[in-house]
Antibody, heavy 117, light 107 residues
Framework: QVQLQESGPGLVKPSDTLSLTCAVS????????YNWIRQPPGKGLEWIGH????????YNPSLKSRVRMSVGDRSKNQISLKLNSVTAADTAVYFC??????????WGQGILVTVSS | DIQLTQSPSSLSASIGDRVTITCRAS??????LSWYQQKPGKAPILLIY???TLQSGVPSRFSGSGSGTDFSLTITSLQPEDFASYYC?????????FGQGTKVEFK
């Protein structure tokens, strides 16, 4: 059974860098897309971008200048997200989700990241 | 960016009702449209992909239809566990986008 688990700091200071890791179990990361999606409190879903298992990336233009995704330690089956120069508007639940070009069938439980001093 | 407009934004329904949610795209998606269910505090769950293909394990009371720019999600007989928010999602063009969501509430 494929499972994803996000981890990282739950509190980030304004102008700092948000760094999250998604650990994948039950499947190798050497296939599929890995998406990062976020949801501000009480609001809808926003696609941040995805990384293909080859390492190629595609980012939402609204965040492109601040975001970087990478394949982490392949032996640990990890994907990482970095978002720099954060503001309060970046406060959200961040999800990683594994899928194909059709849809994301497997999601992590999400992690709330609050941007505050 | 491709805009997805869901309607209604919210609806009230009773157990056993037939419920239909629509999603209109600002340009053709062919069939690169999926539907998700989300309950408070939980991650979204994939219900339908490729506009009309039921994800494994999803009850058959859920169905999807449409192509091009107009799509719909139908729940044929609403069950207590179906009260949730529903989102459409396009993966035809990047940036991939979501509809604004439809909240299904108990009447």
């Amino acid at each position: 059974q494929v499972q994803l688990q996000e981890s990282g700091p739950g509190l980030v200071k304004p102008s700092d860098t948000l760094s999250l890791t998604c650990a994948v179990s039950g499947a190798s990361i050497n296939s599929h897309y890995y998406n990062w999606i976020r949801q501000p409190p009480g609001k809808g879903l926003e696609w941040i971008g995805h990384i293909f298992y080859t390492g190629s990336t595609n980012y939402n233009p609204s965040l492109k200048s601040r975001v970087r995704m990478s394949v982490g330690d392949r032996s640990k089956n990890q994907i990482s997200l970095k978002l720099n120069s954060v503001t309060a508007a970046d406060t959200a639940v961040y999800f990683c989700a594994r899928g194909t070009s059709w849809a994301a069938a497997h999601w992590g439980q999400g992690i709330l990241v609050t941007v505050s001093s | 960016d491709i805009q997805l407009t869901q309607s209604p934004s919210s609806l009230s329904a009773s157990i056993g009702d037939r419920v239909t949610i629509t999603c209109r795209a600002s340009q053709s998606l062919t069939n690169y449209l999926s539907w998700y269910q989300q309950k408070p505090g939980k991650a979204p769950i994939l219900l339908i992909y490729a506009a009309s293909t039921l994800q494994s394990g999803v009850p058959s009371r859920f169905s999807g239809s449409g192509s091009g720019t107009d799509f719909s999600l139908t729940i044929t007989s609403l069950q207590p566990e179906d009260f949730a928010s529903y989102y459409c999602h396009q993966t035809y063009n990047t940036p991939w986008t979501f509809g604004q969501g439809t909240k299904v509430e108990f009447k």
